[in-house]
């Protein structure tokens, strides 16, 4: 079975920080995609990234960008120079590819609050 | 382009009752999926269509049912509501495969 875990509940930074939201999964197949989504009070969730198993290349866009380590079933995402706009709930997911009924696997979504 | 469109955005239901819920995907996107979100259980997977054909199901009851059009929209129903059945239904479309997918603002359910 997948399973992704955002170990931090909630965190609040001042505006202007730099921020990380940590990201581990599990899976046993060796091809898989991992994705970050933006959930704003809105409630629709926002598309920020994709990444499939086979490339570990960092990514940065703009003042986002990800750190995906094989090596420590990690997908880390980083926001330099906070916003206010920023704050929202921040989902990493899971799809693999080896069958089964999982669609994406969500984590449990990390509240990030910026101050201003 | 236009969204993710979910209709209606609000639904107030008796236990017992049955929903419908209905989801227009992005143009040209031919995989619909549903997502339950709720405080306790997070976000959790109901079932994808693609093609009119149910390709995936998550670990709901039956009392979950879908179904998907040729034109690629989707609905959603519950029968038998369950106060437990309160939650933000959330609908997801994409060109399929794994590929992203792109969410509506999603209806929120509450069964009183």
């Known amino acids: 079975a997948q399973k992704v875990t955002q170990a931090q509940t909630e965190i609040s930074v001042v505006e202007k920080e730099d921020v990380t939201l940590d990201c581990v999964y599990e899976?046993?197949?060796?091809?898989?995609?991992l994705f970050w989504y933006k959930q704003p009070p809105s409630g629709e969730l926002v598309f920020l990234i994709r990444?499939?198993?086979?490339?570990?290349q960092n990514e940065i866009s703009g003042r986002y960008s990800w750190n995906f380590q094989k090596s420590t079933s990690s997908f880390n995402f980083t926001i330099t120079a906070s916003q206010v706009v920023d704050s929202a709930v921040y989902f990493c997911?899971?799809?693999?590819?080896?069958?089964?009924?999982?669609?994406?696997?969500f984590g449990k979504g990390t509240h990030l609050i910026i101050q201003p | 382009k236009a969204g993710v469109t979910q209709t209606p955005r609000y639904l107030i239901k008796t236990r017992g009752q049955q929903v419908t819920l209905s989801c227009s995907p992005i143009?040209?996107?031919?995989?619909v999926s549903w997502y339950q979100q709720t405080p306790g259980q997070g976000l959790q997977f109901l079932f994808e269509?693609?093609?009119?054909?149910?390709?995936n199901k998550g670990n709901f009851p039956g009392r979950f049912s879908g179904r998907q059009f040729s034109n690629s929209r989707s609905e959603m129903n519950v029968s038998t509501l369950e106060l437990g059945d309160s939650a933000l239904y959330l609908c997801?479309?994409?060109?399929?495969?794994?590929?992203?997918?792109?969410f509506g603002q999603g209806t929120r359910l509450t069964v009183v």
């Open positions: 143009s040209g996107h031919r995989s």
């Open positions: 990444r499939n198993s086979f490339d570990e």
């Open positions: 269509y693609f093609s009119e054909t149910q390709r």
């Open positions: 997911a899971l799809s693999g590819t080896g069958g089964g009924a999982d669609g994406l696997t």
């Open positions: 997801a479309s994409s060109f399929g495969g794994h590929t992203e997918a792109f």
């Open positions: 899976t046993r197949d060796t091809t898989y995609y």
